[in-house]
C-alpha cells in the first residue's frame, strides 16, 4: 500500500526523492541526536497524486492524522488545545532547493480560544495575538487566495492610527483588533469564514503546499535551473517553536564553513527576537553569527559542536537554519550548502587535505558549469576609482548595466537588448523574473542569507546586497549614494566577488583561473584547487578532449588549455574575407582550364592554413573536414545583387558580363531549404576539383611539415554523409590525390579517412559505413536538427521559449544531447559501427562536446573523445574525469 506520511524517525538523508530535501535532513538530525522539534512529512507521492488527479487521494487525510496523534501524543497536548495549544508549521521541501518559490504557514492551531490559551501558556498576550495575526494573515492570502496587499494595507491603517512606527509599536489589544479585521476581509473576500478548526486548518494548508509547487513563481524558477515538473514537493508539519518570545529568543542561520570562499569558520547571520522568515526575508538588519557568542553563550556553545557534528557527517559545507526559543537551541534545517563557484573548488580541495573525502569524492563535488563561470573576466581594479557603495559580496562574478528599479522594468529592457541591474531595497520571491533578466542584482538591505543572495546564486547572477550607503527610492525610480543620485537607466558596475557598486562602465580583466591555463601560474589558493581538481580530472578520464578550431591562434590556444588534438576544423571558414574571389571565380569558371586555375589560387592559401595548423597541434591529431556549406553561401546575396543590377538598368547602365554571369549562377544555385540542400559529401561529389583541391593542400601541408621535422597527423573527415557510397566515391579521389602527392613528395602519406555522423541515415547504416571510414565524428549540431526535424538556425528564437513553458523539453536539444532519440541514434552507430571495423575510432564535435550533461552521455556510450571550443576544453576534461568515477 503507499503511504503518504512518514515520521521523522522512519527517514533519512537519502530518500529526498520521496521527503523533499528539508524533509529528508531532517530525519538524518533527529536519527543523528540534535534537537530538532518533532514532526512528520507528508510525501512527493501524495503531492504528485493530488497534482496527477486535482483532488486529494485516498488515505492522505487518514495518514495525516495518524502522524498527528502521535505527535499529539508526545508533546502531551493537542493540536491548537485551548488551553496550551500544540501549533505546527507547514512547510513546502521539493527534492531540489527552490528558495522561497512555494508556501509557507505557520502557527497552525491558532483560534479563538487557543490564542488565549497561547498567551498563557507563553506568558506573553502580545506575542500571542501576533501568532494569531500572522497566522490568519498568512492562511488568507496563501490558502483562501485573498489579494496580501489587502493585509498589509489594514496593517499600516492600524499603525496609523495608533501612531505605531513599526510593527513593534503595536500591542496586544491592537493586534486582537487587527485579526478581526483580518478575519472580516477574508469574509468580504471569499464568503467564507477563516476556519477555527485546527485539523481543517492543517489540512487545507498542506493542499497549498501542494498547489504552490505549480505557481507561476515555482514553475519560472524550474525552468531557470532546469527542475523537471513532474517531482511534485514533500510538506514537512512540525511542532513551531518561536524565536520571538523575546530578547533570549532568536533565529538565525549558520554555514560550517565560508560559503563564498571556502574557509572554515564560523559564518551566519543572527536576528535577537525574530522567526526564521525574518532573517531570511532581509526585513531587519542581522548581525553576524559570532556576536551570539556574547548574546546566548551556551546556545553557541551548543550549535558550535552540532555544526561541527553536521560537517564531519556530511563531509561536506553545511548550511543550517536555527532558533533560540527562550534560550533553548532547535535546528530548524540542515542541508549541504549551497555555495558559489569559487567555493565547491576551494571547499573541495580542502576536505580533501583534512581527509574527509578521497580525491575522487573531492572531484564530484565540482562541476564544469562552476568553472566555467570562474573562467570569466573579472573587474581591473586598477581602473576602477572609488566605489560608489559597498556591500555584502553575495554572489561573485562582474556585471555592468543599466540601473532599474522593478522586475517589470527589468524585463522589460532586458528583452529590448539591454544590459540591466536590478536595484531593489530587498527582494521578494515576486522579483524573480526581473532577477533572471538581470546582470546583477543589488539590494540596500539583507545579509548574505537574503532572499537576494540565495537566489542570485543558485543563479550564477551577480550580487551585492546590503549596500546600507544606498538609498533606494522606486516611486522616483533612482537611488541614492553618498551625494550621488543614481537615475534609472544609468550605467553602474557591480563586483559580486568585492561587494563593491561603481558608477559607470568598468573595464574587465581576464579571471586568474582562466590565466592558469593560459600559463600555468598558480596565482591564489582558488586557482591551486583548480589545478588540483584539473590534475585529478586528466588522470582518472577515460575520455579524450580535442578541440574545435581552424586558426593557428586557437589551435595553439586550445592546447594551452589541455586539448589532445583538434577533432573539428571547419575549412569553410578559409574561404571567406579576401578569398572569396577566387571562389567565386571557381563557381564562375566555364572551362576545365577557368576552374583550375581558381582552385590553383586557393591550394597554397589552403595549403598554409593547414600547415600552420598542424605546426601548433604537432604531434596531435587534426581532423580536417572537407568543405561543408552550400557554394551559394559564398556569392552575393540574391536579392541584393538582383536589386543593385534593377537599379543600374534604370538608370541605363546595362549589367556588365560578370555580374549578368554571377546573377544567374546566384539564381541557378539558390535553394529554399539550403540546410537540406547541395551542401557536405553532396558538394564534394559535384563541385569537380574542391576535394582534390582541399585534399591536396593537406597533404602538401603534412609534407612540408615532415620537411621542417615537424610531426603532423592530418586525418581527413568528409562531412554529411547519407549513404556509404558517397563515401565510397569521395575516398577514390581522396586516395588518388594522396597517393600522387606521396610519389611526388616520396613520402608515405598515411591520413585516415572518416566521415561525420550528422544524419539519421548515417546512423541507421553505420555498419556499412564503418566499411569506408577510419573514423566517426559525430555531428550532433546536424543530427539534432535532422532528427528532431528542427531547424538550427530558427527554432530556439522562434518558439523554443514556449516549449520550455509547457514544459515539452526542459532544456534544448540543442544545448544539452537528447538522450532518448538523439543518443539513441549515436548508440546504435556507436555499437554498429564498431561491429563492422573493430578499433573504429569515435569522437564527437557538435556544440555538445562540451557540455557537461552531454559529456557523461558521450562517455557511457564509449566514445573515445569529444571535441569543443577552445574555451571549453577544460570543462570537458573535468566532466570527462567526473563522468568516469
Ligand atoms: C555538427 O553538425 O554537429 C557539426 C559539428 O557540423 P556543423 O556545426 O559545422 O554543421
Ligand atoms: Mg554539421
Avoid at 550548502?337 to 576536505?351: D, L, M, N, P, Y
Wanted: glycine share 10%.
Amino acid at each position: 500500500m503507499v503511504r503518504y506520511a512518514y515520521a521523522f524517525s522512519e527517514g533519512g538523508r537519502d530518500q529526498a526523492d520521496l521527503l523533499g530535501g528539508k524533509g529528508a535532513n531532517l530525519c538524518e538530525m533527529a536519527r543523528l541526536g540534535l534537537p530538532v522539534p518533532p514532526g512528520f512529512i507528508v510525501s512527493t507521492e501524495a503531492c504528485r497524486a493530488y497534482l496527477a488527479t486535482g483532488s486529494e487521494p485516498d488515505g492522505l487525510a487518514g495518514a495525516i492524522q495518524e502522524h498527528l496523534t502521535a505527535l499529539e501524543r508526545a508533546a502531551g497536548r493537542r493540536l491548537g488545545q485551548p488551553d496550551d495549544p500544540l501549533l505546527v508549521s507547514v512547510r513546502s521541501g521539493a527534492r531540489h532547493s527552490m528558495p522561497g518559490m512555494m508556501e509557507t504557514i505557520l502557527d497552525i492551531g491558532l483560534n479563538d480560544d487557543s490564542v488565549l490559551g497561547l498567551a498563557k501558556s507563553a506568558g506573553d498576550e502580545r506575542f500571542a495575538w501576533d501568532s494569531y495575526r500572522r497566522l490568519v494573515q498568512m492562511f488568507g492570502s496563501t490558502v483562501m487566495g485573498v489579494d496580501g496587499a489587502l493585509f498589509d494595507r489594514a496593517m499600516e491603517g492600524l499603525k496609523q492610527d495608533v501612531g505605531a512606527e513599526d510593527d513593534l509599536g503595536l500591542g496586544a489589544v491592537d493586534l486582537a483588533g487587527l485579526v478581526e479585521t483580518y478575519k472580516e476581509l477574508i469574509l468580504r473576500e471569499t464568503g467564507e469564514a477563516f476556519p477555527q478548526s485546527p485539523a481543517e486548518q492543517l489540512h487545507r494548508a498542506v493542499l497549498a503546499v501542494f498547489e504552490s509547487w505549480n505557481g507561476e513563481r515555482a514553475r519560472l524558477y524550474r525552468k531557470r535551473e532546469h527542475i523537471p515538473d513532474d517531482l511534485g514537493t514533500a510538506v514537512t508539519v512540525q511542532t513551531m517553536v518561536f524565536g520571538n518570545l523575546g530578547p533570549d529568543s532568536g533565529s538565525g542561520v549558520a554555514f560550517t564553513r565560508d560559503p563564498a570562499t571556502g574557509r572554515p569558520g564560523v559564518y551566519g547571520d543572527y536576528l535577537a527576537n525574530a522567526q526564521g522568515e525574518d532573517v531570511v526575508a532581509g526585513i531587519r538588519n542581522t548581525v553576524p553569527l559570532d556576536e551570539l557568542a556574547r548574546i546566548a553563550p551556551e546556545a553557541y556553545e551548543q550549535l558550535r559542536g552540532h555544526m561541527a557534528a553536521l560537517e564531519a557527517h556530511y563531509r561536506d559545507l553545511c548550511d543550517i537554519e536555527f532558533t533560540i526559543e527562550r534560550g533553548r537551541l532547535w535546528m530548524l534545517q540542515t542541508r549541504v550548502g549551497k555555495r558559489t563557484a569559487e567555493a565547491a573548488f576551494t571547499i573541495s580541495a580542502a576536505v580533501a587535505d583534512e581527509g574527509l573525502v578521497t580525491a575522487d569524492e573531492a572531484l564530484t563535488r565540482v562541476r564544469g558549469d562552476q568553472l566555467a563561470r570562474l573562467m570569466f573576466p573579472r573587474f581591473d581594479a586598477s581602473s576602477a576609482g572609488d566605489p560608489l557603495a559597498h556591500g555584502i559580496p553575495a554572489s561573485p562574478g562582474a556585471a555592468v548595466g543599466a540601473a532599474v528599479f522593478d522586475s517589470a522594468e527589468a524585463v522589460r529592457r532586458a528583452a529590448a537588448g539591454e544590459k540591466v541591474v536590478l536595484v531593489r531595497k530587498e527582494t521578494t520571491p515576486d522579483d524573480l523574473p526581473g532577477m533572471v533578466a538581470a546582470r546583477a542584482v543589488l539590494t540596500s538591505r539583507g545579509g548574505k542569507t537574503s532572499h537576494a543572495a540565495v537566489v542570485a546564486r543558485g543563479m550564477g547572477t551577480v550580487c551585492v546586497c546590503g549596500a546600507e550607503e544606498i538609498t533606494v527610492d522606486p516611486q522616483r525610480r533612482c537611488f541614492t549614494a553618498g551625494g550621488t543620485t543614481v537615475e534609472e537607466g544609468t550605467v553602474i558596475s557591480v563586483d559580486g566577488s568585492a561587494g563593491a557598486v561603481y558608477l559607470g562602465e568598468v573595464p574587465l580583466v581576464d579571471s586568474a583561473v582562466a590565466r592558469y591555463f593560459e600559463t600555468g601560474e598558480r596565482a591564489d589558493a582558488l586557482v591551486d584547487a583548480v589545478a588540483r581538481a584539473m590534475e585529478h580530472a586528466d588522470e582518472v578520464r577515460r575520455l579524450g578532449v580535442r578541440a574545435n578550431a581552424d586558426t593557428p591562434e586557437d589551435a595553439a590556444r586550445a592546447r594551452r588549455y589541455g586539448a589532445e588534438g583538434i577533432g573539428l576544423c571547419r575549412t569553410e571558414h578559409m574561404f571567406l574575407g579576401e578569398r572569396r574571389r577566387l571562389v567565386e571565380a571557381m563557381i564562375l569558371a566555364r572551362t576545365d582550364e577557368e576552374r583550375d586555375r581558381a582552385l590553383g589560387a586557393l591550394l597554397p592559401l589552403q595549403r598554409q592554413d593547414f600547415t600552420g595548423i598542424l605546426e601548433a597541434m604537432d604531434g596531435l591529431p587534426v581532423t580536417i573536414r572537407l568543405l561543408d556549406p552550400p557554394l551559394h553561401e559564398f556569392l552575393p546575396d540574391r536579392t541584393e545583387l538582383a536589386v543593385r543590377l534593377a537599379a543600374d538598368e534604370a538608370r541605363g547602365i546595362p549589367p556588365s558580363e560578370h555580374d549578368a554571369q554571377l546573377l544567374e549562377a546566384v539564381n541557378r544555385m539558390h535553394e529554399e531549404n539550403p540546410m537540406l540542400g547541395l551542401r557536405g559529401v553532396r558538394l564534394g561529389l559535384v563541385t569537380p576539383g574542391l576535394v582534390g583541391m582541399q585534399v591536396r593542400a593537406i597533404a602538401e601541408a603534412v609534407v612540408e611539415r615532415r620537411r621542417a621535422g615537424g610531426d603532423p597527423r592530418a586525418e581527413i573527415m568528409v562531412p554529411l554523409v547519407d549513404t556509404v557510397e558517397e563515401l565510397r566515391l569521395v575516398r577514390e579521389e581522396v586516395d588518388r590525390v594522396l597517393a600522387g602527392v606521396s610519389a611526388e613528395s616520396g613520402m608515405p602519406l598515411d591520413c585516415p579517412v572518416g566521415t561525420m555522423i550528422e544524419l539519421p541515415r548515417a546512423a541507421l547504416t553505420a555498419g556499412l559505413i564503418a566499411e569506408e571510414a577510419e573514423f566517426f565524428s559525430f555531428g550532433t549540431n546536424d543530427l539534432t536538427q535532422t532528427t528532431w526535424g528542427f531547424s538550427r538556425d530558427d527554432v530556439e528564437a522562434a518558439f523554443f521559449s514556449a516549449y520550455l513553458d509547457k514544459g515539452v523539453f526542459s532544456v534544448s536539444p540543442f544545448e544539452t544531447i537528447d538522450r532518448q532519440g538523439v543518443g539513441r541514434l549515436v548508440q546504435i552507430a556507436v555499437a554498429e559501427g564498431r561491429a563492422a571495423r573493430p578499433g573504429l575510432q569515435l569522437g564527437v564535435c557538435g556544440e555538445h562536446g562540451g557540455d557537461p550533461d552531454s559529456v557523461h552521455f558521450f562517455h557511457a556510450a564509449g566514445l573515445d573523445y569529444v571535441s569543443c571550443s577552445p574555451f571549453r576544453v577544460p570543462v570537458a576534461r573535468l566532466e570527462a574525469g567526473r563522468a568516469a568515477l
